[in-house]
């Protein structure tokens, strides 16, 4: 977990000092990275014969406990949104 | 949509050669995922750094947002609660340590498994998957429908390090401080609340 945090916030230092140019690049590469990573997220889920197989037996008992609390927290962190951005007048950004 | 549906592409096309063994060497993808992880939080770093406007705007930000984590944890233990009706082979406080996973698949169903047996252990972690992916696959649907802050909730404990480029990308990057300081406390409070519906 430090080693991300120290990763982010080495990529910041960096981003900072590079503040006077635009990086247009960066966010294509993000979205290219966004790509590889749940590339190889399905390869992890499908090379795992536990995984493929106990989707099976507790798969709809894992659907149902994890929908439901995301339901749960759609419901709350909407709500918090419509406060906050009701109060700002407007679109809240 | 679009954007989702690419995402989901490459995702199908992983458990396809994954489950088809097209790739050799299980252990090395690991690594090279995290290596990926790792490029992706510094191009993240980077967008923030560079933007010298959002470090002013953090000062704006909303104290009310602050209230986001407790958002996440409340939502999710009072949902999983109600859902835990619907399953009568499993107690309240069972459905409660699944639920208290917000997304830290590893960590919660490997404490789990050790209270609990392996049983509810695979449960948590598949649940604790989906909730991943689901984030991960539904954030621009999620912002579109339900505002920004609804990709961080549903990332849970996620949202500090493999969810936060995707919440970069469609919440914004005004989002990420937030985003960071929902996953810096979500995260801290898995392992307590984990640990705490199992011994109950």
């Known amino acids: ?93 | 949509m679009k954007g989702s549906l690419i995402i989901v592409g490459f995702f199908i096309l992983g458990i396809v050669c994954g489950v088809m063994h097209w790739l050799p060497d299980l252990n090395a993808y690991g690594n090279v995922s995290f290596l990926t992880l790792c490029a992706l939080l510094f191009c993240v770093g980077m967008t923030v750094g560079n933007n010298t406007t959002l470090l002013k705007s953090f000062t704006k930000l909303d104290p009310r947002l602050m209230l986001l984590p407790l958002m996440t944890i409340t939502g999710t233990l009072a949902a999983t609660a109600i859902a835990s009706l619907g399953m009568p082979g499993r107690s309240l406080t069972e459905c409660l340590a699944v639920g208290s996973g917000f997304g830290y698949y590893s960590l919660s169903s490997i404490l789990i498994t050790q209270y609990n047996g392996p049983e509810l252990g695979t449960v948590a972690l598949l649940a604790n998957i989906i909730r991943e992916i689901f984030t991960l696959l539904g954030a621009p649907l999620l912002v579109r429908f339900f505002g920004p802050l609804a990709p961080i909730s549903c990332g849970g404990a996620t949202t500090m390090d493999t969810t936060l480029p995707i919440i970069t990308r469609y919440s914004g990057e005004n989002f990420v401080l937030i985003s960071l300081f929902h996953g810096f406390l979500v995260d801290f409070s898995v392992p307590f609340l984990v640990t705490f519906f199992c011994t109950l």
């Open chain 1, 1 to 93: 977990m430090l080693k991300v945090v120290a990763i982010m916030l080495s990529g910041m230092a960096v981003g900072f000092l590079m503040r006077k140019r635009r990086l247009r690049v960066v966010p294509h590469a993000v979205t290219v990275l966004i790509w590889l990573l749940l590339f190889f997220l399905g390869v992890e889920v499908g090379e795992n014969p536990q995984v493929i197989q106990g989707i099976s037996h507790l798969g709809v008992e894992a659907l149902w406990l994890s929908l439901s609390g995301l339901v749960g927290t759609i419901a709350f962190s909407w709500a918090l949104w419509k406060w906050v951005s009701r109060q700002k007048g407007g679109d809240g950004k």
